[in-house]
């Protein structure tokens, strides 16, 4: 029987130690983490490497050895360093409600039932009341061992009374993992209380610790990634409301000189120009993909306003019999005007822009293809940067592709697909 006991024991502890490495190594190489809580874990996760670690070593020399003095102190050591975890957890769930841990009646009230502890735990180290180490080095509890337990398990019961008190100002993830945290040891000391030689608390400890970390990770991991789409929907916004100064310029000069020459063709620049900024305003609002005639549209509006810019200079076709799909907002006008932008030039021939659309047997395609000089060498590579922005919306919102096939002096044609 005591062989079994060593084993399990032995496994427990070993375990412990294993899960509570392998932890601080997810927490110290982890991505988008807070880093106060990296900083805390990375502490929490070494002290209950120490804890295991002594625990570990208490049980063999206790078994092997019969060390006397160095048995006393490993035990005193994993029973301090086990009851720090709680004060520390404590102080970690008031930083997460943003509470001050210095002036908080829940921190001071787990702090002076730890000190209750501590000195109950200094007091066994000479008397045999709660647990004592016989001459021949064997770990045997006193009369009075549940005693020594009653401070954390009224540490645990605070905390979760506390927890529960709070939990309006936690997210729903953090209030479960903190609750788990606190029940799992809890449980585990209350076994341990009254059963002998099995160490429950270790195991506990060590898994109830794992948990709250990976829930806490978890749901910081979730809130960055809503973050950086955030960031990516506010950096598209961005992007739109830097239309180019002198495209607005010339777009109004042109309208101030057809009112008299031709007022019609003026009316019909100004609604175009109208459309074309109302297209991009409300793409602003968007974060998931719309119907492929409202970029059509945009993309058209865009178009007739730089046909009168660049009159003579700019012909387009539109061969576009398939529209039934979604596309993300802001994607084939930017690319049309990236067109104009680098390939329409009054010194070279005038270029001729062609939208097509088709569908295949399972998926939708667009391709855009002018007859400009290509991609020549533009600062900071900005043709290449647009549309590599495009293509990386195309795969997170609707796991759509995007190629580019560009030759100096020969056109570029640009083809997007989006599955079914």
Known sequence: MNDLLFTINFSVNVAAFLIALNSLFACIVAKNVELETRRFFTVFFSILILYAFFSTVSQITGTYFHNVGLLRFTIFMHSLLSSLLIPMLTIYLLHTCREDWKTSPLFKTTFGLWIIYLLLLIYTQFTNQIYYVTPNGEYLRGPYYPVLLVPPVLIMAVNIIGLIRRKDKLPSRYFFAFLIYFLIPMISMLIQMVSYGLLTITLGTTLGAVILYFFIVNSQAEKAMLQQEENNRLQAANTVLQMRPHFIYNTMTSIYYLIQQNPEKAQQV??????????????????????????????????????????????????????????????????????????????????????????????????????????????????????????ERLQSMCRGSLTIESQNEKGTTVRIVIPD
Request: net charge negative.
């Open 270 to 391: 100004t609604l175009d120009f109208t459309t074309y900024l109302r297209k991009n305003f409300a793409a602003i609002a968007k974060d998931s993909p719309i119907p492929f005639t409202s970029e059509l549209e945009h993309t058209k509006a865009y178009l007739a306003v730089e046909q009168v810019r660049f009159e003579g200079d700019l012909f387009v076709t539109f061969d576009t019999p398939h529209t039934s799909f979604l596309i993300p907002p802001l994607t084939l006008q930017p690319i049309v005007e990236n067109a104009v932008k680098y390939g329409v030039d009054p010194e070279l021939e005038p270029m001729h822009l062609t939208i097509i659309t088709r569908k295949t047997d399972h998926a939708s395609e667009i391709t855009v293809k002018d007859t400009g000089p290509g991609f020549r060498t533009v600062e900071n590579g900005e043709p290449h940067i647009a549309l590599e922005n495009i293509a």
